[in-house]
């Protein structure tokens, strides 16, 4: 790799990362209904889940698996917002 390309890859790392932040930031501060309407997906995605595995779990685990549901979920916000805001800083389509 030249070091033209690690300075573009460096560039869009960079990029990407501080968008990341601005995501979260939104997420935590502006978006209060959206990050209370994933804790309620999260939860119900959790009685699917139970439902489904036909298996009950105690409430620490029942609240564990929502946090988890709760993370990605956040962080699939996250990128979705760092890679739509550098689609519109591009105007062009960025493959994952």
């Known amino acids: 790799m030249n070091s033209i390309d690690r300075e ?14 601005q995501g979260r930031a939104k997420l935590a501060n502006d978006l209060a209904g959206t ?21 009950g779990l105690d409430r620490d685990e029942r609240r564990f698996l929502s946090e988890l549901i709760i993370t990605g979920m956040y ?8 890679i739509g805001m550098i689609e519109g800083h591009t105007n062009s389509r960025i493959m994952l």
């Open 8 to 21: 573009g890859c460096n560039d869009f790392e960079k990029t990407i990362r501080q968008y990341l932040k």
């Open 35 to 55: 990050r209370e309407a994933i804790k309620l997906i999260a939860e119900d995605k959790t009685r699917d889940f139970l439902k489904v595995m036909d298996r």
């Open 75 to 82: 962080q699939s916000f996250c990128f979705g917002y760092g």
